[in-house]
């Protein structure tokens, strides 16, 4: 299988100021996907503009013809598995069928307190994400959903018509405990990494590409135990968390020598960031767009 490259645009442009333009030029370069950050707000842009994820989608889905779109990733720390699947089902009719849906357990940054709760134990997390996906995988399948959960219920749910996508829009599940990769294989269409946190300062990029190795094979294990093939499961890799970050983007050579290492893995779509000047994401705007349009067919 050829791999496919796609971007992560973050939504920190005025939709008039820039933000309508990289959507459409992301479909120009012909990146498979374009997704987005599903945050309040998030690290070092939190004091600068940041916009609602769903939202931005939304014009993005107008503004674009063929290019697939989605989060890279929600998660329940301030989202409701009834509202969120109404939401989606209405992006997914808007774009016309070309929505995933990034998912994942969330963590314990901004969006853990902006609600004014305290932040939930990375055991509560688990617990949550377990139920609120397994909910919205029924909200997005079923016309009207009751149910009573520990955190999570819904009393007749209606979601009709449904998604535009059959049985429902793709989930892609960030995980890489135990439990997340258990979820990932039994709901997920797709499986989204972005390495070893613990390689992010001082890891070197062989130590990366093993941990990589041990992530895809305990999601292989995952999938045996649900009588799931393994290849079923597109297999994403968010970069610009990896040791190698910094170099990854400097020529199209270095991004083919990346991501080839990264296939041979068994990694099918690779994701970079949209270029945002002085910030963690600088980088060279035309050395982007040469990958964009010559790495593919080295990669082929």
């Not at 597109?234 to 080839?260: H, M, Y």
């Not at 296939?263 to 963690?280: A, K, N, R, Y």
């Amino acid at each position: 299988m050829s791999l496919r490259l796609s971007t992560v645009i973050l939504p920190v442009h005025r939709w008039h100021e820039g933000g309508r333009e990289r959507w459409r030029r992301a479909e120009e370069l012909g990146f498979h996907a374009a997704y987005t950050y599903d945050h309040l707000s998030w690290r070092t842009f939190r004091d600068g503009p940041w916009f609602g994820a769903l939202p931005a989608l939304t014009a993005a889905a107008t503004a674009t013809e063929r290019l697939r779109l989605g989060t890279l990733v929600s998660s329940p720390n301030f989202r409701h598995p009834v509202t969120l699947a109404k939401e989606l089902i209405s992006l997914d009719d808007i774009s016309g069928g070309r929505i995933t849906l990034g998912i994942g357990a969330g963590g314990n940054g901004f969006d853990a307190t902006a609600l004014g709760q305290e932040p939930w134990t990375p055991r509560e997390r688990a617990d949550r994400f377990g139920e609120f996906l397994r909910l919205l995988d029924r909200l997005l399948t079923e016309a009207a959903v009751s149910h009573t959960g520990t955190h999570y219920s819904a009393d007749e749910a209606r979601n009709i018509p449904g998604c535009v996508q059959r049985p429902r829009l793709p989930f892609a599940v960030a995980a890489t405990g135990p439990r997340g990769l258990k979820l990932a294989a039994r709901h997920g269409q797709a499986w989204v990494t972005t390495g070893d946190p613990k390689l992010y300062e001082e890891g070197t990029p062989e130590q990366s590409v093993e941990a990589l190795r041990g992530q895809v094979e305990r999601l292989g294990k995952s999938c045996a135990d649900t009588g799931r093939d393994v290849a079923e499961l597109d297999k994403v890799l968010l970069t610009g968390f990896t040791p190698d970050r910094n170099t990854l983007l400097g020529s199209v050579d270095a991004f083919v020598d990346f991501a080839g290492r990264h296939q041979e893995l068994g990694f099918t779509e690779i994701v970079i960031h949209w270029p945002i000047p002085d910030s963690d994401f600088a980088t060279d705007q035309a050395v982007f767009e040469k990958i964009a349009t010559e790495a593919p067919g080295q990669l082929a």
